[in-house]
């Protein structure tokens, strides 16, 4: 896997933990009764007090060979392949006094 991809989905689930959501990272397999576990955590219990809700679940393949493309930051102009442009983020970074 491209380290770039790797790093983008990783930064993608540091955002979902800082917003205090759920976030498990390990092998997918299924346990003897039939339930999906990753990492040891079984995700009935995970989702069993969420029914009837809308959710969003992102699956990455961490060992995924898939290339990251390229993209135009609409403000700069720039080509970027992180979750965001990098110049313009280091910009309102600089400018709210981070």
Known sequence: MSAIRRAAMLKMAASAFEM????????LV???KGRWVIGGQVL??????HEGEEVVLVVGL????????ARTCRTCGR???EM????CQRNR???RGR
């Open 30 to 32: 299924k346990d003897e």
């Open 62 to 69: 961490m060992a995924e060979e898939k290339p990251v493309k």
């Open 93 to 95: 970074m600089r400018f």
């Open 84 to 87: 965001e442009c990098p110049h």
């Open 44 to 49: 009935d219990h995970l989702l069993n007090g």
């Open 20 to 27: 205090e959501v759920p976030v498990l990272r390990g092998e």
């Open 79 to 81: 080509d970027y392949m």
